[in-house]
Nanobody, 127 residues
Framework: QVQFVESGGGSVQPGVSLRLSCAVP????????VGWFRQAPGKEREGVSC????????SYSDTVKGRFTISRDNAKNMVFLEMNSLKPEDTAEYYC????????????????????WGQGTQVTVSS
């Protein structure tokens, strides 16, 4: 099965920045919106951000808007998530996935619309 490969996570102090990367070997993501999600222990998977295939559209959850920035490089077949001003509540396993049903983003990022989940990358924010 095709899987996205997430990397760039780590254990950091509050206020630190991290840049997550999402690679998609063997799958051409052109034409698809791509989303970032996170899941903390005991909590449901949360849609964090989405980026459209080529129109520049993006969306963010209220909890990360203004701190996180999503981008993509279609030539490299990769998507990125710049995470600034990290807070302890950002601690979670982060995943990326493709929306096979649309090329643009919706205001609400629904995990069931996305496919090809990877193993995730852990982000831990603590003092």
């Amino acid at each position: 099965q095709v899987q996205f490969v997430e990397s760039g996570g780590g254990s950091v102090q509050p206020g630190v920045s991290l840049r997550l990367s999402c690679a998609v070997p063997g799958f051409d993501l052109r034409g698809y919106a791509v989303g970032w999600f996170r899941q903390a222990p005991g909590k449901e998977r949360e849609g964090v951000s989405c980026i459209g295939s080529s129109d520049g559209s993006t969306s963010y959850s209220d909890t990360v808007k203004g701190r996180f920035t999503i981008s993509r490089d279609n030539a490299k077949n990769m998507v990125f998530l710049e995470m600034n001003s990290l807070k302890p509540e950002d601690t979670a396993e982060y995943y990326c996935a493709a929306n096979l049903l649309r090329s643009t983003c919706t205001a609400v990022i629904r995990s069931y619309e996305y496919s090809y989940w990877g193993q995730g990358t852990q982000v831990t924010v603590s003092s």
